[in-house]
Nanobody, 126 residues
Framework: VQLQASGGGLVQAGGSLRLSCAASGGTFTSGPVAWFRQAPGKEREFVGVLDMWTGRKAYADSVKGRFTMSRNNAKNTVYLEMNSLKPEDTAVYYC????????????????????WGQGTLVTVSS
């Protein structure tokens, strides 16, 4: 399966963006779909995950209450709605998935994911 991340752009602090992660060449299966981000000079970090089997969602503390994941099964797309954006949210955002389920405790680990999108840049100006 190929993942295509889109929706990034330049936004002022306090603004909103919605990122999309579309699957092609296959469909999302029971494996989780996650968003990670990487800011310049920093390591890739977990943002949020949607367990496609249970519907459970989990978020990093830094985005909790501001970011929300959702899905549209008909469009084979997972979304990341980002509100109240801050300059520190500036990063390249990546979506990722895997073909099989994995325990909840491992869903925030980048190494758990087999398939990655190309990334979409989000820039938040102050």
């Amino acid at each position: 399966v190929q993942l295509q991340a889109s929706g990034g752009g330049l936004v002022q602090a306090g603004g909103s963006l919605r990122l999309s992660c579309a699957a092609s060449g296959g469909t999302f299966t029971s494996g989780p779909v996650a968003w990670f981000r990487q800011a310049p000079g920093k390591e890739r970090e977990f943002v949020g995950v949607l367990d496609m089997w249970t519907g459970r969602k989990a978020y990093a503390d830094s985005v909790k209450g501001r970011f929300t994941m959702s899905r549209n099964n008909a469009k084979n797309t997972v979304y990341l709605e980002m509100n109240s954006l801050k300059p520190e949210d500036t990063a390249v955002y990546y979506c990722a998935t895997r073909s099989r389920r994995i325990v909840t405790s491992s869903q925030a680990e980048a190494g758990a994911y087999e398939y990655w999108g190309q990334g979409t840049l989000v820039t938040v100006s102050s």
